[in-house]
């Protein structure tokens, strides 16, 4: 899965005592406490931790969507604390695939429609071409004109996985990607997951409270109370 040279890596993230502090009716809540953290280009990284550590939080502030109270944030070479809203969304659309749990797919469109939709709005050439051939990809090529209604949770899964990577994103972040999905199910949205993630060299962050899962990754990276308190090597 990792393709870095003995050369010094490029660091696709880079976090820098990274805080985020929310606002709650109780006062403030710190969900991050100072996250230091680099993913190596290419590299794919499991995110583990007990519910409530983070983890979520950390990849909204890696995508842009959650803005930190302090520290820096660089991704694919960018500050992130330095863009405007406009700025994020472009980086986002350019840079990002993001693969959430409950699949976030259009009820109303049909698999090719949910994969091809995004990609023709951000002006990628053929995107109906390119959105059958990533549905092919994940096994789903039968199953284009079917909306999220007729496919099981595990097809859903798979729109969404095309979906994700049809853009070709250097960064690939899976939030909790086999919650609702049975053990069987769970793993071979894995496997198709680290597949494709090989195959475009892009880096992967995959979120999961299953250490199982995790351990599949080249390195294993663990969360607790809003804090990094290991990364160790998956395979050794």
């Given at each position: 899965?990792?393709?870095q040279s003995a050369h010094q890596p490029d660091r696709m993230i880079q976090l820098?005592?990274?805080?985020?502090t929310l606002d709650s009716g109780a006062g403030a809540v710190n969900i991050l406490r100072g996250i230091d953290l680099d993913l190596e280009s290419g590299e794919a990284v499991g995110l583990v931790g007990p519910s409530g550590s983070g983890k979520s939080s950390l990849m909204s502030?890696?995508?842009?969507l959650e803005r930190p109270t302090s520290g820096v944030v660089r991704v694919a070479g960018k500050a992130l604390e330095t863009l405007n809203e406009d700025q994020l969304a472009l980086f986002r659309r350019g840079t990002?695939?993001?693969v959430f749990q409950s699949f976030h797919l259009i009820p109303t469109m049909t698999a090719l429609e949910n994969v091809a939709v995004p990609l023709e709005f951000a002006g990628v050439p053929d995107p109906f071409e390119v959105a059958r051939t990533q549905l092919e990809a994940v096994g789903l090529g039968v199953r284009e004109s079917h909306y999220p209604g007729q496919l099981s949770g595990g097809e859903q899964q798979r729109v969404a996985l095309a979906r994700a990577v049809a853009g070709r994103p250097k960064l690939l972040l899976a939030d909790e990607p086999t919650g609702n999905l049975d053990g069987d199910t769970?793993?071979?949205i894995i496997d198709l997951m680290l597949s494709l993630q090989d195959a475009l060299d892009t880096t992967l962050l995959l979120i999961t409270h299953d250490e199982a899962l995790a351990a599949r990754c080249?390195?294993?990276?663990q969360m607790r109370d809003g804090?990094?308190?290991?990364g160790v090597d998956a395979h050794g």
């Open positions: 899965m990792n393709k820098r005592d990274v805080t985020l502030v890696i995508a842009g990002v695939g993001i769970g793993a071979q080249d390195r294993v990276v804090l990094i308190v290991n």
